[in-house]
Structure formats: structure tokens, C-alpha cells
């Protein structure tokens, strides 16, 4: 059930002329009053013959006369409109159940509190199946203003019980951090304009995207304005900065003069202090144009960044900042992907940017790591190689997965099925990005008694998950890298436990690709391995005439085989 109060207006005959009429669509029928204030003293232009239209607005705008007859300055925002409707697949409810539901939801909003006798004059009108319309003047019997304040907040948690009490269907309770609805000027006004988004819908992803590229507000409010994007900035008389606003090329007002939209109003995290916050917050560092010449990295930084996301969500404050800044990286894989990942990792970006904002304050230091990350990835000269980008999309997903596991716990609703918007494109970029890799590995997968010996460390490794692993699609492609990384000096088996430590199997649809991606990312060095380095030292002796006796370390316990020769 949905309960919307609208802007305070100032025409009661006005509002009551539109709930008493056809409609826009000839879709208002039998139009008539099933709860309010005072009822037996009230007309009812719906079911009394002779009760008018204007009848009715006197009586509700009586207490307002009054009070304007008595002080100097008249009141003219005392018009509270309230539709409420019910889900499509919601049972139909009768009239007295539509009363009973007004009567809770004025209460709650301060209009008419239980038991208050002198309360503000309303009624609720029904002209359809599925929704009421209440109305309400917004003056007291005894002449004073009711508390309004955060009265939406109220009537959010009104409407969440009486749907348990109703059996209605269950809507999620709202938090205070979504991003204000695009009203219907600003809709109307796009689609004139051939704007696929409002202005301010246009502005938040603009400004989100543009925040990997800055270290302090100072800087995004340049980079917004070297992206042709309008900006206000409100300065205290030393120069510092205090806040700002931004506006949309081409979108003007009447007078042909530039609209600008406040941060707090484009986005409730896009306020310059929060701005700041994450900005300014963390170690000092170097300008980002230092690190371009570190390109090759950048991608490896950001998946060794992601390595340590689950142990950060120990603290809440801390958990919510690197949610905040994974948010940030991804949309900086985003704009540097290859193109045929963009439109994935874009929406991903876009769903998760929901996930990004709760309740809980954000010590942004703490995720300085990731924040970094991600504007070492803007400022790369070039794109990542292809293992880079399926390894760093994957510990994406997975920080992904970890961040919707934490929203859940916490009861963030809104926030949790943001999370699992992103996970969905995230899965699909992951997917596109992995594929050309194991195109490459299954064509060159080692031989069957080498697979066999890989075979046996999986099970030593994850016995827990072996089965799944072996059978995996994806198993001979994970067996062509293991073979690699051996010859490059890595233990297979020792592989197998650090990237099955970094990534839980038991929910992992394809065990043997999750674990590909990550041994992408942790065997791109090669690490000591007596037998390797065994081998390496026969090499020398043969080249130098030297004589070397190495010695082969024993078997693994349990009579692991030796490894055959590739």
C-alpha cells in the first residue's frame, strides 16, 4: 500500500472539483465520502441530492476562515492531499475498510491524532476500486497547525502495518536515503526536451561518475564544470567552500535562465558535506596523473584491494564506507572497460549506487584502499589485459555478494535489493569477461595423467567441494592453468587453499571458474617451489659445468604420486 502526500496546495473546491469528477480518463465511478471528520455534520455531494461541491469545501476550510479573520497574515498552504492505493493483486476491501484505513493514516500523519476532538477537518474520497483520495485543511479546530514534520516518515510506517494487519502485499520500509521521485513537471518537461532522463536523474549520474577522478570537492566541482555541466558554488567570506549546485545544459526556466539543483536534492549522498567525507578522507596520497605511468598495475591493486572486504564489514562504520567506495571502483571499471563489458558494469554501477547509502554514518578512511584503487583505474593510459579484468570483475562480484549478505543481516531491504540488481549484470559482465580465457585454456588442457595429479590436489585442497569442482564445465580450462602456474614455479595445492580461503565455494555456481579467476589473479608471480626450483638449478649446473646435487623434497602425506613430466 502506497501512501503519497503531495505538495501543500491552496484550492479546496479545486482538489475537490477533480476527486468528485470524471477524471483525466472518464476512470473516476461512483465517487463518494467512506470516512472524515465529523461525519454526521458533513455533505456528501456523492450521496446527498442536494450537498454541493462548494458546500463541502466550506465546511472543511471553516477553521481556515476563522484564523485568517483573526490574524493579519493569511494562511494559503492548507490543502493536505493524501492518495492511497492498494497493490493490483491486493483483495478488494469495502468502504469500511477503506474508513478504518484513513482514519489510521491521518493519525499517524498528526492530521486528526485518536481521541483529539479539535483536530483539522478531513475526508477521504473513493472513486475507484483500489484507491482513496483523503483530503484535509491543515488548521485546527482551536485555531493552531498541526506537527507535520517528517509526517511521510509516519505514514510510511501506518501504511507497513496495516498491510500485516490487512493481509496486504508487503511493501519495504523506507529508510530516508533514496533519492527523491522525479515529480511530474520533471517528467513531462524531459519528455518534451527528448531527454531520456530528468535533469536530476542526469545530474546524479554525472556526478557519481565523476567522483573516482577527483581527491577533494574542490576538484570534482572542476571536473563537473570542464564536462560542460553548469555549477553554483556557495562560498563563506574566506573563499572556503560551503555548498553547491549544478544544473543540466539546456535545462532553463521560463525566463530562459539556467535551473540548478542543490546536491541534497539531486541525491541525499551528494551533499558537499558527505562529499567531502569521502573525498578528503583517508591517507595522503599522490595526484592521480603520478600513477599513469603504472597502468599495468592498477587492475591487480584493485582486485588486492577487494581481497580483505569480508574481515572490513567486522565494524559497521567501517562496513559501510567500503561499500560506499566499492560502489566508486566499480563505476571506475565501468568507464574503462572494454566495450562490450561497459553496458553491464554500467548497470551495475547504476543498481548498486541504491546499495551505497544508508543510515549508518561511514568512516571513509577506513576504505581508503578501495578509493584509491578506483581513481588509479580512471587515470590509466590503457585498458586492463583480459585475465585482469575477469579477475577483477570477479572479486567485484564477490564484494558484491558479501555487501548484499551484510544489507540483509542489517534489515536494509531497499539496500539488499539494490545489491542483487548489480550482482545480476555483474554475473553477466563476468561471464563475457572469463569466456575468451577459457576458450584459450580448454584448447591447450594438459594430459590426462597430468589432469589426474591436478585432480588429486583438488581433492586434497577443497575436499569439501571436489566433486563439484571436477565436474564443473569449467574444470579441464582450471586444470590447463593450475598445469601452468606449476611450471612457473606456484604449488597447485597451495594455490587451490589461498583462492578456495578468499572466496567461500558452497553458494558458487561454478566452483571451477571461481576459483580460475582468482588463481588469474594471485599466480600471476611465481612463488618458491623446491621442485621447480629443483629443476632450475639442474639447468644451471648443465649450462655452467658446476656440479649441483639438489634434493627433491618427500612425497605429501598420504602417498601423493610425483608429478609426471609435462
Not at 484564523?67 to 492518495?83: A, L, Q
Not at 562560498?235 to 535545462?251: E, K, N, Q, T, V
Not at 562529499?275 to 578528503?280: C, D, K, N, V
Request: with cysteine; proline share 7%.
Amino acid at each position: 500500500m502506497i501512501a503519497a502526500i503531495k505538495p501543500a496546495g491552496a484550492n479546496t473546491r479545486g482538489l475537490l472539483a477533480y476527486l468528485y469528477g470524471p477524471g483525466r480518463h472518464d476512470e473516476h465511478t461512483d465517487p463518494h465520502i467512506v470516512a472524515g471528520f465529523a461525519m454526521l455534520a458533513m455533505p456528501d455531494p456523492g450521496r446527498a441530492e442536494n450537498a454541493t461541491l462548494t458546500q463541502l469545501a466550506r465546511y472543511l476550510d471553516e477553521p481556515v476562515r476563522l484564523r485568517n479573520s483573526e490574524f493579519g497574515k493569511k494562511i494559503t498552504d492548507h490543502v493536505w492531499h493524501c492518495p492511497v492505493r492498494a497493490a493490483p493483486e491486493d483483495r478488494h476491501l469495502s468502504d469500511a475498510e477503506w474508513g478504518e484505513i484513513a482514519q489510521r493514516i491521518v493519525a499517524a500523519a498528526g492530521i486528526a491524532p485518536e481521541g483529539d476532538d479539535l483536530a483539522c477537518r478531513w475526508i477521504a474520497v473513493r472513486h475507484a476500486d483500489d484507491h482513496i483520495h483523503i483530503l484535509a485543511t491543515t488548521v485546527r479546530e482551536d485555531g493552531r497547525r498541526p506537527k507535520l514534520h517528517d509526517s511521510g516518515i509516519r505514514v510510511g510506517d501506518a501504511c507497513r502495518q496495516i498491510e500485516k494487519d490487512y493481509g496486504l502485499r508487503r511493501l519495504k520500509r523506507g529508510d530516508r536515503t533514496g533519492t527523491r521521485a522525479p515529480t511530474q513537471a520533471e517528467m513531462h518537461k524531459a519528455q518534451r526536451l527528448g531527454w531520456e532522463q530528468t535533469s536530476r536523474e542526469w545530474l546524479q549520474d554525472r556526478i557519481r561518475a565523476a567522483i573516482p577522478h577527483a581527491r577533494t570537492a574542490e576538484e570534482l566541482l572542476a571536473y563537473l564544470e570542464a564536462d560542460g555541466i553548469a555549477i553554483k558554488a556557495r562560498r563563506g567570506p574566506s573563499g572556503d567552500l560551503l555548498g553547491y549546485a549544478a544544473g543540466r545544459p539546456g535545462d532553463l526556466n521560463k525566463d530562459g535562465e539556467q535551473i540548478f539543483h542543490p546536491g541534497g536534492k539531486i541525491a541525499p549522498d551528494l551533499t558537499l558535506p558527505k562529499l567531502q567525507a569521502r573525498l578528503e578522507a583517508g591517507q595522503p596520497e599522490e595526484h592521480p596523473t603520478a600513477r599513469r605511468n603504472r597502468p599495468t598495475t592498477a587492475w591487480h591493486q584493485a582486485t588486492e584491494a577487494l581481497d580483505s572486504f569480508r574481515t572490513d564489514l567486522a565494524d559497521d562504520t567501517h562496513a559501510q564506507a567500503h561499500i560506499t567506495a566499492l560502489g566508486e571502483l566499480l563505476e571506475a571499471t565501468a568507464q574503462k572497460a572494454p566495450t562490450h563489458l561497459r553496458a553491464e558494469l554500467q548497470a551495475a554501477s547504476k543498481a548498486f549506487a541504491r546499495a551505497q547509502r544508508s543510515q549508518i554514518r561511514a568512516e571513509d578512511r577506513a576504505a581508503h584502499a578501495i578509493r584509491h584503487a578506483a581513481r588509479d583505474i580512471v587515470h590509466t593510459a590503457t585498458g586492463p589485459d583480459g585475465s585482469a579484468l575477469a579477475a577483477l570483475i570477479a572479486a567485484l562480484l564477490w564484494a558484491g555478494i558479501i555487501a548484499n549478505r551484510w544489507h540483509e543481516a542489517k534489515g536494509h531491504a531497499h539496500q539488499a535489493d539494490a545489491a542483487r540488481q548489480a550482482l545480476h549484470h555483474l554475473q553477466a559482465a563476468a561471464d563475457q569477461a572469463l569466456t575468451p580465457t577459457l576458450v584459450v585454456l580448454e584448447q591447450r588442457q594438459p594430459k590426462q595423467e597430468i589432469r589426474r595429479t591436478l585432480a588429486h590436489d583438488v581433492r586434497a585442497a577443497v575436499p569439501d567441494h571436489a566433486d563439484r569442482i571436477l565436474t564443473d564445465p569449467s574444470w579441464p580450462a582450471l586444470a590447463a592453468l593450475l598445469a601452468d602456474a606449476e611450471a612457473r614455479g606456484h604449488q597447485p595445492h597451495q594455490l587451490l587453499k589461498e583462492a578456495a580461503a578468499q572466496r567461500e565455494l558452497a553458494t558458487a555456481r561454478q566452483p571451477a571458474r571461481v576459483l580460475l579467476t582468482r588463481l588469474q589473479h594471485t599466480s600471476r608471480n611465481p612463488s618458491p617451489n623446491p621442485r621447480a626450483e629443483a629443476a632450475r638449478l639442474r639447468t644451471v649446473a648443465s649450462v655452467t659445468g658446476q656440479q649441483a646435487t639438489p634434493t627433491l623434497p618427500p612425497a605429501a602425506p598420504g602417498g601423493r604420486p610425483n608429478r609426471p613430466r609435462r
